[in-house]
């Protein structure tokens, strides 16, 4: 996967009777088949001509070698490391070829398409994407991570504020239904815990019991004490749940 071959196929265009094929990688002709006879004619007249048809089989081989690529490393046929460096190195050459191409090129689609190359990995790594698959895989899992570290924060923040509410003596229904609210809403959230959490089963219960009071109605000591007993042994779970850093 070090280097990839130059290869184009004849690109035959209709032209009334006869019809072209086109070979200007090959040689600086064209042929004009007739079905009794052929001629040929020079293709490009010039160095910027030749150099423009040899960049086209630049593109083109570019695009089959990338669409090789990412099969290999779908299948697991090429190593991650390797895969990537491969993957960079194409892409950096397409980049580059494709702004030197833009005037002749404007839609590598188009010429994709033209061409009936097939590649659709290669337009998508190429064209959409821009950068290995293994560094997609490395941001989104960046992100995921930054995303479940902040879920993480907020449960701490609605264990703790809840737990403070009740030694404050907030025990109205209308006080202490939207902290657990808040705090069963953020451990849904974290795909870590499991449906059954000690912490989701045990809000649950309190809000469908909260539910069937009034607003103004507030909990007995007792109730009291029982939910901050429930949430304090929800929150040493929730804690014991994570992982740590070193896993």
Sequence with gaps: MSSYNRHVPFARVPCSSPFLILEPWLTNTVKIHYCTSQMEVKLWNDKREREMYDNFAELF?????TEKLEKA????????????VECQKLIAHFKTLSSTLKDTVPSVERFHDTYKMDCPAALNRLVT????????????????SSASASIVAECVQNFITAMDSLKLNMV????????LSDLSASLNKLSILPPDFEGKTKMREWIGRLAKMGAA???????????????????????????????
């Design 73 to 84: 490393y779908v299948r697991d046929i090429i190593p991650s490391s390797e895969y990537e």
């Design 61 to 65: 081989a570019i695009i089959k070698a």
């Design 217 to 247: 109605d507030e909990l007995t000591e007792q109730q009291a004490r029982q939910l901050h007993f429930d949430l304090e042994s929800s929150y040493n779970s929730f804690m014991a749940a994570l992982p740590s850093a070193g896993t």
């Design 172 to 179: 109205a229904v209308d006080q202490v239904h939207p902290l």
């Design 129 to 144: 994407s821009g950068v290995p698959a293994t560094v997609e895989h490395r941001a989104a899992s960046a992100m995921s």
